[in-house]
């Protein structure tokens, strides 16, 4: 079993950084890819970007390229918003893979963060 406890999330005004982390618990040792997700209101969850465990690739969604980066330090995964816009309002979460599979896929999570708030005012 895998526990993620996301935190970070707050108001910030438009063009202003946020960092999220997420923080793995449980079976790390074994860890598969990590992603993040967003889902605002009213909308679908979307993928935003991944990160492998092991070897550190990275795959990011097109809206957040260039402004969004992704990163691991030890059993924390963090998500730096720089540059943020309205429309990157949302809840954010984090979630862990239980096997291998690429990056760009995004339907294979099994283990999910409880999500933090990010309000981007304009």
């Known amino acids: 079993q895998v526990q993620l406890v996301e935190s970070g999330g707050g108001l910030v005004q438009a063009g202003g950084s946020l960092r999220l982390s997420c923080a793995a618990s449980g079976r790390t040792f074994s860890m598969y890819p990590m992603g993040w997700f967003r889902q605002a209101p009213g909308k679908e969850r979307e993928f935003v970007g991944a990160i492998s465990w092991s070897f550190g690739n990275i795959y990011y969604a097109d809206s957040v390229k260039g402004r969004f980066t992704i990163f691991r330090v030890q059993n924390t995964v963090y998500l730096q918003m720089n540059i943020l816009k309205s429309e990157d309002t949302a809840v954010y979460y984090c979630?862990?893979?239980?096997?291998?599979?690429?990056?760009?896929?995004?339907?294979?999570?099994?283990?999910w963060g409880q999500g933090t708030q990010v309000t981007v005012s304009s």
């Open positions: 979630a862990a893979k239980a096997r291998n599979s690429a990056l760009a896929t995004t339907d294979d999570y099994v283990y």
